[in-house]
């Protein structure tokens, strides 16, 4: 199956600074990704839907000014999270779909512990 | 609004024994749905899916799953469970461009 790439697995960062995500798809193009929350032993939490080359859509209650999204190419889009809480700790998924294809193929996660 | 309900948030079998994960979802439309497994600390990897056509579908790692329309059910077997097994174990149903995930299901396997 299509490969999807997120990186990295496990960040550390102090209140107040900015951390980005990455997602890559390796072996096909993604115009759309998606990102993902989630809490402990909770479900996964739709954030956004990054298009390639234009605005992410935000779902309802997710302040686009705090997590930043960037889909600047076919393969890549970055998720920032900017002035940190401890509050946004929290477990991070990116999927995307190659073109025609349903399923969707899921990022490794990265764990963000923000201290 | 599309919804999925694993009624289950915690099971615990042994290991051999027989499975069964429970999915109910809310869509208006024929369904898109699938079965993600999930490893601590790691991604989703998916087990299963369906589409359309037969409504007993098989997966990897030995599950399978039954789609039933009147139960708004797409419930997940395994004849035998092995200790790897345990995860955690995601219903979703596809819509529009997105995913409905539900709850999940943490799955324990005793020796």
């Known amino acids: 199956g299509a490969v999807v790439s997120q990186h990295p697995s496990r960040v550390i960062c102090k209140s107040g600074t900015s951390v980005k995500i990455e997602c890559r798809s390796l072996d096909f193009q993604a115009t759309t990704m998606f990102w993902y929350r989630q809490f402990p032993k909770k479900s996964l939490m739709l954030m956004a839907t990054?298009?390639?080359?234009?605005?992410?859509?935000?779902e309802q209650g997710v302040e686009k000014d705090k997590f930043l999204i960037n889909h600047a190419s076919l393969t890549l889009s970055t998720l920032t999270v900017t002035s940190a809480h401890p509050e946004d700790s929290s477990f991070y998924i990116c999927?995307?779909?190659?073109?025609?294809?349903?399923?969707?193929?899921f990022g490794q996660g990265t764990r963000l512990t923000v201290v | 609004a599309q919804s999925v309900t694993q009624p289950d948030i915690h099971i615990t079998v042994s290991e051999g024994a027989s499975l069964e994960l429970r999915c109910n979802y809310s869509?208006?439309?024929?369904?898109?749905l699938f079965w993600y497994v999930q490893s601590p600390g790691q991604g989703l990897q998916l087990l299963l899916k369906?589409?359309?056509?037969?409504?007993l579908v098989q997966g990897i790692k030995g599950f399978e799953a039954e789609f039933k329309r009147s139960q708004s059910s797409f419930n997940l077997r395994k004849p035998s469970v092995h200790w790897s097994d345990a995860a955690e174990y995601f219903c979703a149903v596809h819509y529009g461009q997105n995913f409905v995930f539900g709850p999940g299901t943490r799955l324990s396997v005793l020796p």
């Open positions: 990054s298009n390639e080359g234009s605005k992410a859509t935000y």
């Open positions: 369906y589409f359309s056509g037969d409504t």
């Open positions: 999927s995307a779909r190659p073109p025609g294809v349903t399923e969707a193929f």
């Open positions: 869509y208006g439309a024929t369904p898109y």
